[in-house]
């Protein structure tokens, strides 16, 4: 680089410089100026050279290039100075600095003078300086606060080192800054370790927290109760580098506060909370109503809480419902909403009464599958088996620990209180605090204990309620499928309500019966029915029974009808039951037959002896007297002994007709039976020279009653005898048909007219000169009451066939 | 042969007592429970009649007595009215229904004698 060129490069940055450059000799007169000069002096530049440098800057008095330089002329040194002055109304600084120009000889024989404007530096300066010293003062203030405060104010790093600790801090918690200093906050109980990692992720995060209530362990161990208030500290960066903790020691004012609000809100609270809840009747309601109250701020303010319920089938107690979070950052994210929304107790009641029921939480159905037999020998049944409250304040340490609360809900420490409901136990509710940590006290349980009072009533009213609900489905499922008509109806005769009975039986769907007037649907009439018991039954204000027989319906009907009555005690109408008996009457007048011919059977033993012994001495002295008589007076005899007889006969046949039979029944060989009766009949067989078939089939075991079969079975071979007459043909066969010994009993006689058909097994009815008509009638009375049957087949002139049916189940029965 | 007939009605009594003397029986009577007890142990009787409605006793709980007394001694149910249900009269040997045609009677009691 050539001279020339380093003189211009040395003419641009003096003229561009922002600092005023002013040259003197020693007379203090102008060589040269640059233009920055211009900005002090308001003159051009060129006017100054050759001035006098004093003269230029005289009106400028606070600034003085001369008395720079002057001192650079004797010292021979840089000398700089900084001239303060005001300059059109504002104070401004300037930096002068005097730079000496030697010529070869080493004599000074000029002055370079640069003038700074350094005011805003100035003024920057100035302030920090304020501000450095007030920050100071404040300091020292701060500092003092602090030191001096009663509460305890400790900083610490995002570890949680311990970085500053005061006087209200080794106060309160005993250990000296020196002690603490560089460790681990050393005043957390180990129980809420976790709960304090989690405020300081939320402080990492920026947040403040505010006013928590927790616990604090002193250097001699005691836990006791602070409000604590965290915020973070920030590096000049705004970097989060740690956080300060002021903790207010809050036992005292805690205990004065409990007595206060204990005292005072309890029974308010309880008032609220009970009555809240024994307005609501619906189990489940009541029961998230109960725990929700045992979990809220406002409430007993627990973490979680489970509501056992006994189950006496099973004797177990039987989680009914669970309330709580299930991990620490959901209980923190509620707790934080729920202060948001600044709901209340009774706002959450008020919306768990009338809203819809929320899904179970997971906690609900973590805790719903257990189930802990009360044969077992643990806190919670022991709670229940001797009625008192337990407040386990470590797991570890109680050896009756219920095991399944500590493994599946994590717990550490908890508090029972049974339910006691009229002295009885029907449950109990359980309590922790898992994630405030925060300890179960005497003054909890006391309310927990009162609170159960109050809940186990309601429970037993709501469990109550519930079966009275389900008794009300299973009566209106009664009220449909019962057999009976049933149906209610105003005193107006207004067929109010019915049932499916009602509208089978009168073949209409029940829109057409409901509303209409009971005569007109179930009578088909225009006004009241006389023989209905409604009427009767709304005028007396009694329940009424009547049986009736109601042409309409076509039947025999038992009416139940009762008087129905409003909460007032009105009389609004009648619940009527009808029983259709129609069928039921039928069997009941045939009993009553029954127990009439039983009755006359018994009678009929005393009646025989007081016809039959006079007839049988009447007979006897006749057949006498006809031995020792003669002529006519023996032949009087004769007829009178005659006539006895034919009345002996009259008498057993009817005697044998009334009495009452009883039936003994055995294992008979059904070829035996018939032989038997053949027997019977053999003689007379014989005697008319009637040609007898025998065909019998392979014997079979009957259960039956030989005599009265036999009896049966001789009065048809009797009747087919007279029938057949001489020379006739009787054939008799046994075989098997459809699970029956069939006897087949047929002649060659007269037959009987189609048109006496239907009237043979009638009492009494015969077309025979002798016999009583009671022999089929008898024979037929047999076999139904052996369960069978009989067949007849007829042509006049030709003969009858008899087929009787004896059923063979009843010998595979008797086996 | 000595037959006890036990019986109420006087009638009978004798009815009975004329017809089987004349078949050439000792015969024996009875009115009661009391007196027919009497007469089994002091006449020892060959066949016993027996009506069932008796004043005093029924005639099953005198059959029962007597067969107690001696098993095998024949006895026959005589009735008015027909037991032949009641399986109590099945320990008696025979069981007749009262008739003025006293052959079955008479047929019975020489059956049951003739089988001795």
């Known amino acids: ?815 | 042969m000595k037959i006890l007939v036990v019986d109420d009605d006087m009638h009978i009594q004798r009815l009975y007592k004329e017809e089987l003397e004349e078949e050439g029986y000792e015969v024996v009577i009875a009115s009661n429970g009391k007196e027919a007890i009497e007469l089994f142990d002091s006449e020892t009787p060959d066949i016993v009649t027996l009506d069932i409605l008796l004043p005093d006793v029924d005639g099953i709980r005198l059959l029962r007595q007597m067969k107690e007394k001696n098993p095998k001694l024949p006895i026959i149910m005589s009735t008015a009215y027909d037991y032949r249900d009641d399986f109590a009269v099945w320990a008696s040997e025979a069981y007749i229904v009262k008739s003025s045609d006293l052959d079955e009677l008479k047929s019975t009691i020489k059956k049951l004698l003739g089988k001795q």
């Not at chain 1, 489905?473 to 009664?478: A, W």
């Not at chain 1, 309409?552 to 008087?563: D, V």
């Not at chain 1, 008799?732 to 029956?740: D, E, M, P």
């Open chain 1, 1 to 815: 680089m050539d001279i020339a060129h380093l003189q211009k490069l040395n003419e641009i940055i003096f003229e561009n410089i922002l600092d005023g450059i002013i040259m003197v000799d020693r007379n203090y007169r102008i060589l040269t100026a640059n233009r920055s000069i211009e900005r002090w002096t308001e003159k051009p530049a060129s006017d100054l050279i050759d001035k006098d440098c004093r003269d230029i800057f005289q009106n400028i008095p606070w600034i003085c290039p001369d008395c720079v330089a002057e001192v650079t002329f004797q010292t021979g040194k840089v000398h700089t100075v900084m001239q303060i002055g005001d300059h059109k109304g504002s104070t401004y600084y300037a930096e002068l600095s005097a730079y000496p120009i030697m010529d070869k000889s080493g004599e000074i024989t000029e002055c370079v003078v640069f003038i700074k404007d350094v005011t805003e530096r100035m003024l920057y300066q100035e302030k920090i300086l304020g501000s450095y010293s007030k920050v100071i003062q404040k300091n020292e203030y701060l500092e003092g606060i602090i030191e001096n405060s009663a509460d305890a104010i400790v900083t610490a790093d995002l570890n949680g080192t311990v970085t500053s600790w005061n006087k209200g801090a080794e106060l309160i918690y005993g250990f000296t800054e020196h002690e603490v200093i560089e460790k681990y906050l050393p005043f957390i109980p180990d129980s809420i370790m976790d709960v304090e990692r989690e405020y300081i992720e939320r402080i990492k995060k920026g947040e403040t927290i505010k006013h928590v209530e927790t616990m604090r362990k002193a250097k001699d161990g005691t836990v006791f109760e602070v409000s604590i208030t965290m915020s973070p500290v920030k590096a000049a960066s705004g970097e989060i580098i740690g956080f300060s903790c002021i903790s207010r020691d809050i036992s005292n004012r805690k205990i004065i506060e409990r007595e206060l609000i204990n005292r005072n809100q309890e029974l308010s609270r309880l008032f609220f909370i009970s009555s809240a809840m024994r307005g609501t009747l619906e189990l489940e309601r009541l029961l998230r109503m109960v725990l929700t109250a045992v979990t809220m701020g406002d409430g007993l303010g627990f973490n979680r809480a489970i509501l056992f319920l006994v189950d006496e089938d099973k004797n177990v107690l039987k989680v009914a419902m669970g309330v709580g979070h299930t991990s620490h950052e959901e209980a923190f994210q509620i707790w934080g909403r729920l202060s948001l929304e600044k709901k209340t107790l009774s706002d959450i009641m008020y919306e768990i009464e009338t809203g819809s029921l929320k899904k179970d939480s997971l906690f609900d159905k973590l805790s719903r599958g257990i189930e802990i037999p009360l044969s077992e020998e643990t806190i919670l049944t022991m709670a229940v088996k001797e009625k008192k409250p337990f407040n386990i304040q470590n797991v570890i340490e109680e050896p009756l620990s219920d095991v399944v609360l500590v493994q599946q809900l994590g717990t550490y420490a908890y508090a029972v209180s049974p339910l006691i409901s009229r002295d009885k136990v029907i449950g109990a509710i359980w309590v922790d605090n898992l994630f405030n940590r925060r300890p179960i006290f005497d003054e909890d349980m006391r309310f927990l204990s009162a609170f159960s009072n109050h809940v186990a009533t309601a429970i037993e009213s709501a469990r109550l309620f519930e079966r009275i609900t389900l008794a009300e489905q299973e009566l209106e499922n009664i009220f449909e499928s019962i057999s009976d008509m049933v149906y209610f109806i105003s005193e107006d005769y207004v067929v109010k309500s019915i049932n499916k009975a009602v509208s089978d039986r009168l073949g209409k769907p029940s829109e057409e019966i409901i509303g209409k007037k009971c005569y007109e649907v179930f009578h088909g009439l225009k006004e009241p029915w006389a023989n209905c018991p409604h009427y009767k039954t709304v005028d007396e204000k009694k329940a009424f029974v009547k049986e009736v027989e109601d042409p309409y319906l076509g039947g025999t009907f038992i009416i139940s009808s009762s008087p129905i009555f409003d909460t007032t005690g009105k009389s609004i109408g009648t619940v009527n039951v009808v029983s259709d008996i129609t069928e039921l009457k039928n069997l009941r007048e045939r009993l009553i037959m029954t127990e009439r011919l039983a009755a006359l059977g018994e009678v009929a033993a005393r009646v025989a002896h007081e016809i039959r012994n006079p007839l049988v001495s009447l007979g006897g002295f006749a057949k006498r007297l006809e031995k020792k008589l003669d002529g006519n007076l023996k032949e009087y005899a004769d007829i009178i002994a005659k006539e006895v007889e034919r009345l002996e006969g009259i008498l057993s046949e009817i005697l044998g007709f009334v009495k009452e039979t009883r039936i003994i029944k055995e294992i008979v060989n059904s070829n035996k039976l018939v032989d038997d009766v053949l027997f019977l009949i053999k003689s007379e067989i014989d005697e008319k020279g009637i040609l007898l078939d025998k065909e019998l089939g392979e014997p079979v075991d009957l259960y039956v009653d030989p005599n009265r079969m036999k009896e049966a079975l001789l009065n048809i071979l009797t009747n087919a005898v007279q029938a057949v007459g001489s020379n006739g043909t009787i054939s008799i066969k046994t075989f098997v048909k459809n699970n029956a010994f069939v006897v087949e009993i047929k002649d060659s006689g007269v037959g009987i007219a189609e048109e006496d058909l239907p009237f043979i097994f009638d009492p009494f009815f015969t077309t025979k000169k002798i016999g009583t008509g009671l022999g089929l009638t008898i024979t037929h009375r047999i076999t139904e009451e052996h369960k069978g049957s009989i067949e007849v087949e007829s042509e006049p002139n030709k003969g009858s066939t008899f087929r009787v049916f004896i059923p063979l189940n009843k010998v595979a029965d008797k086996k």
